[in-house]
């Protein structure tokens, strides 16, 4: 009588212990790799839609006046940091801004930060929903 386990010699059916294991490493690296795209997606793009973009900065003897386009949310309230930088990149300048909602999803304004030196530029550093 034949038994399945001299079918599987016969035919070179085996259950090979490596073969699993190695199924199993691939299948938890893949896993591990789509719940890492994911998290990295969602901490990297927050979707608030809420978007800043720097048109220009006029520099002052002790002040920055930035000029930008604001694009958010209908309706939503929206604050804004505000950075002036020197040569060096630290900040010499930081004013934190708070808009009223709005029937437009596109705005545009122009902040005066006070420094406490010199400035080399001025700039959006974010903004969030309120």
Known sequence: ???????????????????????????????????????????????????????????????????????APLRSRVACAIEALDEDYGVVGFKVVEYPASDSPVRAYSERVPTLAAATTGLVNSCWVT
């Open 1 to 71: 009588m034949t038994t399945p386990a001299d079918l599987d010699d016969r035919y070179g059916r085996r259950a090979d212990p490596r073969r699993r294991r190695a199924v199993w490493i691939a299948a938890v690296a893949a896993a591990a790799a789509v719940v890492g795209w994911f998290g990295w997606h969602t901490v990297a793009n927050p979707d608030n839609g809420v978007r800043a973009d720097g048109t220009s900065f006029h520099l002052e003897e002790r002040a920055v006046t930035v000029d930008f386009q604001l694009t």
